[in-house]
C-alpha cells in the first residue's frame, strides 16, 4: 500500500489540521496553532522522516516552529517525531502519557520490525498535569484537557473554544475502527459525553479527515455494539476471538483496521470481569488475535 500525500487543512485563521491519509495503523493527524509570533503543535508522527515532512509543513505556512508540543496520548505515532521539535519546543502531555511513553520506549519497532521508522529518541513530555491546563498564544485560548481513561490511560483533548474546534487524539478515529485495549470502553463512552459538551463545530481526529460532531454519534454506536456483543459472547462462555468472529459488524465493517473489534473485546471482557479501567491487558495475545482477524496476515504499518 502506497499512503497518499499528507495535505493542511485550514479551519479557522492560524488553526491548521495536518491530516495522513488514509488515516490507518500509524497514519495520524497532527495540528498547530499560531499567533504569528508562536506556535504551539498538537502531536508529531510515526517515523524520523514523516515529522520532518511535519515541520517542513508548518515552515511553509509561513509560521514559527513550534515552541510548544502537546501529545494527545503516548502511542508512538503520535509521539515519536517529538526529538524533531525538541528541545526548542516544550512537550506537554498528562502524568500518564509520560509515565506509559517512557514504559513503551521503541515499542513500535518490535512490532514492526521491517518499517523504517528512521532514528527515533524517545521523548517524553517534560511539562504534565493531571486534570486540565491552559495555554494562550496571542488572543487564542489553547484548553487542554484530560477525559479520564478512554484511548489510553492518559489522553488529552485539544480544546480552541473562540474557534469551535477540538483535536479529540484518538478518542475519534474518523471513518475508522476505535481501539481500546490500552484504554477502557466505559470511559470512551464517558469521553464523548465530555467531547459532545463542548459544543464544537469542527472536530480534528486522531485518525482519518476532518470532521464534526457526527462522529462521536457514530462512535458511541460502535462502543455500545461491542459493549453489548461482549456481553452475549462472555455469557456464552467464548473466547473474546470467537466472539469476534461471530460478530456481524453492520454498519462498522466498511470501517478501516476492523480487525481491531476483537481488541475492544478483549477490553471489554475485562471490564465484565471488574478489572480496572486501563489494567493492561497481554498486548501479545491482543495482536496475535487481531493476526486471526486479519485473515493470518499480521497488522501493516502504512508509515
Not at 479557522?12 to 491519509?21: C, F, M, R, S
Not at 475508522?176 to 464523548?192: E, K, Q
Not at 455500545?224 to 462472555?234: K, N, P, Q, T
Request: proline share 6%.
Amino acid at each position: 500500500m502506497t499512503a497518499e500525500e499528507p495535505y493542511l487543512v485550514q479551519p479557522a485563521a492560524g488553526v491548521y489540521a495536518y491530516v495522513q491519509p488514509d488515516g490507518g495503523w500509524c497514519l495520524n493527524n497532527a495540528g498547530f496553532v499560531s499567533d504569528g509570533g508562536r506556535t504551539l503543535l498538537i502531536d508529531t508522527a510515526a517515523t524520523e522522516r514523516r515529522a520532518l515532512a511535519l515541520r517542513e509543513a508548518i515552515a511553509g505556512a509561513g509560521v514559527p516552529l513550534p515552541r510548544t508540543v502537546v501529545n494527545t496520548h503516548h502511542h508512538g505515532d503520535h509521539t515519536y517525531g517529538n526529538a524533531v521539535f525538541a528541545p526548542e519546543a516544550l512537550i506537554l502531555g498528562h502524568d500518564n502519557a509520560r509515565t506509559e511513553q517512557i514504559a513503551a520506549g521503541h515499542q513500535l519497532e518490535l512490532i514492526w520490525p521491517a518499517t523504517d521508522f528512521g532514528s527515533v529518541e524517545i521523548t517524553a513530555p517534560d511539562l504534565t498535569y493531571n486534570d486540565r491546563t491552559t495555554l494562550h498564544l496571542g488572543g487564542t485560548e489553547v484548553r487542554v484537557i484530560h477525559p479520564g481513561v478512554a484511548h489510553t490511560t492518559g489522553d488529552s483533548i485539544v480544546f480552541l473554544p473562540r474557534q469551535g474546534i477540538v483535536f479529540t487524539g484518538d478518542l475519534v478515529f474518523a471513518e475508522g475502527t476505535p481501539f481500546l485495549a490500552m484504554g477502557s470502553l466505559a470511559g470512551s463512552l464517558r469521553a464523548l459525553e465530555l467531547l459532545r459538551s463542548l459544543d464544537a463545530e469542527t472536530v480534528v481526529p486522531g485518525h482519518g479527515p476532518l470532521t464534526d460532531p457526527c462522529a462521536y454519534e457514530a462512535t458511541e454506536r460502535y462502543l455500545r455494539y461491542v459493549a453489548e456483543l461482549s456481553r452475549e459472547g462472555r455469557a456464552k462462555g467464548l473466547t473474546p476471538l470467537e466472539t469476534a468472529q461471530g460478530a456481524d459488524l453492520g454498519e462498522f465493517a466498511a470501517w478501516r483496521e476492523s480487525e481491531r473489534l476483537v481488541a475492544n473485546v478483549h477490553r471489554a471482557y475485562a471490564e465484565l470481569a471488574g478489572e480496572p479501567e486501563g489494567a493492561p491487558l497481554n498486548i501479545l495475545a491482543v495482536l496475535q488475535d487481531m493476526t486471526v482477524m486479519n485473515g493470518g496476515t499480521p497488522i501493516l504499518c502504512h508509515a
